[in-house]
Nanobody, 124 residues
Framework: QVQLVESGGGLVQAGGSLRLSCAAS????????VGWFRQAPGNEREFVAG????????YYADSVKGRFSISRDNTKRTASLQMSSLKFEDTAVYYC?????????????????WGQGTQVTVSS
């Protein structure tokens, strides 16, 4: 069983930045690819960014490409999502998730473990 705990959410003005972190309980964190997802009120949860087990492969949703950056530190068992140039439409609960699929996935059903989420609110 893998527990994931997100942190770093909060209230920020449009154009600002936030850094989300995801801490994993497992010592085999490097065996999992990580994805970040988000869910805005009234919307379905959507893929934001993914990173492979080693961190050598990353990819993003078109809506955040060039503004968000995903990274990981396997020695610390953490993954991060650096968010810049935030927009009102980035407001959502952000979740990190772990999958045994090596290169991560855009599909929610491919993820085995989920965190509880952290709220990000961008004021316009």
């Amino acid at each position: 069983q893998v527990q994931l705990v997100e942190s770093g959410g909060g209230l920020v003005q449009a154009g600002g930045s936030l850094r989300l972190s995801c801490a994993a309980s497992t010592r085999t964190f490097s065996s999992y690819a990580v994805g970040w997802f988000r869910q805005a009120p009234g919307n379905e949860r959507e893929f934001v960014a993914g990173i492979s087990r080693s961190g050598g492969w990353v990819y993003y949703a078109d809506s955040v490409k060039g503004r968000f950056s995903i990274s990981r530190d396997n020695t610390k068992r953490t993954a991060s999502l650096q968010m810049s140039s935030l927009k009102f439409e980035d407001t959502a609960v952000y979740y990190c998730a772990a999958t045994v699929i090596a290169g991560a996935s855009r599909r929610q059903n491919d993820y085995n473990y989920w965190g509880q989420g952290t709220q990000v609110t961008v004021s316009s």
